[in-house]
């Protein structure tokens, strides 16, 4: 019986938000399900993947609390969750970063509630923290966030090429200067701060930065998803976690990304690859 569980879950079409449409999200949730199967020994029954009205808030987040449940009871020690959407910002929900915003994950049914995001409909990075802190020590969760985390890092080589950046700003100019010029503080920020270390979550880029929805090699992708892949393939999962990063770092820089991709992982797990 196996123990591993994934969701990979990817969103083109927004409900509300029509001309926010991206292309290359669909094809990076395939993408890593294959991956998964390929390399890292998933069935494909043990992989959900999500695409566009598929991938509403709550089937997202049911799908999320039922592979956590799993593993609190002891069913799965090894959890995969890849997300490939817009990121957006909201205002820092909890308070107790005032200085800072949340970064927030757009699903297919996003919508608006007066000045802001209806909570309802957006998955904002503390959400998934408080459900994330509950994986048990001896399970291993790996996440990959394909999104955007602010909007000011379009540069102008982006604008004559076939991309666009994965990121939506906050739907009013009131709800816009609650996040202008606030670093969002991150997931990955989080879940250190708590103390949690046996989580591995790769970031598309900085908290300052847009990620690549981009033609490459005659198809749509996610800049970070299709490298990751690329490189993982190449190397048929031989690499370190950190020799990996590089070599996808490598890839965008030549390939005149501006973005960098982060990882933030317990270094004890970087002594061998993924698996």
């Known amino acids: 019986?196996?123990?591993?569980?994934?969701?990979c879950a990817g969103i083109n079409l927004f409900?509300?938000?029509p001309s926010a449409t991206l292309q290359g999200c669909v094809n990076d949730a395939h993408d890593m399900s294959a991956l998964l199967q390929k390399l890292l020994g998933f069935q494909s029954g043990d992989i959900t993947v999500l695409t566009d009205a598929k991938a509403t808030k709550a089937n997202i987040m049911k799908n999320?609390?039922?592979m956590v449940d799993g593993a609190k009871t002891g069913k799965y020690a090894y959890l995969v969750f890849s997300l490939s959407s817009h990121g957006t910002q909201v205002p820092d929900l909890s308070g107790d970063e005032p200085d800072r915003a949340d970064e927030a994950f757009c699903p297919y049914d996003l919508a608006q509630a007066g000045n802001q995001w209806d909570k309802n409909h957006i998955i904002v990075d503390d959400e998934l923290r408080?459900?994330?802190?509950?994986?048990?020590?001896?399970?291993?969760?790996?996440?990959?966030?394909?999104?955007?985390?602010?909007?000011?890092?379009?540069?102008?080589?982006?604008?004559?090429?076939?991309?666009?950046?994965?990121?939506?700003p906050p739907p009013s100019l009131e709800a816009f200067k609650e996040v202008e010029n606030k670093r969002p503080?991150?997931?990955?920020?989080?879940?250190?701060?708590?103390?949690?270390?046996?989580?591995i979550l790769w970031a598309a880029c900085r908290s300052d930065q847009t990620s690549a929805d981009a033609n490459?090699?005659?198809?749509?992708?996610?800049a970070f998803t299709y490298f990751f892949c690329k490189e993982m393939y190449a190397s048929n999962n031989t690499l370190s976690r950190k020799d990996l990063l590089a070599k996808i770092r490598a890839d965008l820089t030549?390939?005149?990304?501006?973005?960098?991709?982060?990882l933030e992982v317990d270094a004890t797990r970087l002594a061998k690859a993924i698996g």
């Open 130 to 168: 408080d459900l994330f802190v509950q994986v048990p020590d001896n399970v291993l969760l790996e996440v990959y966030l394909d999104t955007c985390h602010s909007g000011t890092g379009l540069k102008a080589i982006d604008m004559l090429l076939d991309r666009r950046p994965r990121y939506l």
């Open 64 to 66: 999320l609390r039922e």
């Open 1 to 7: 019986m196996s123990t591993r569980k994934a969701l």
């Open 185 to 199: 503080r991150g997931l990955r920020h989080g879940l250190h701060e708590k103390g949690v270390t046996q989580q």
């Open 15 to 17: 409900k509300n938000y």
């Open 216 to 222: 490459i090699a005659g198809g749509w992708h996610g």
């Open 254 to 262: 030549a390939g005149h990304y501006s973005q960098t991709p982060q």
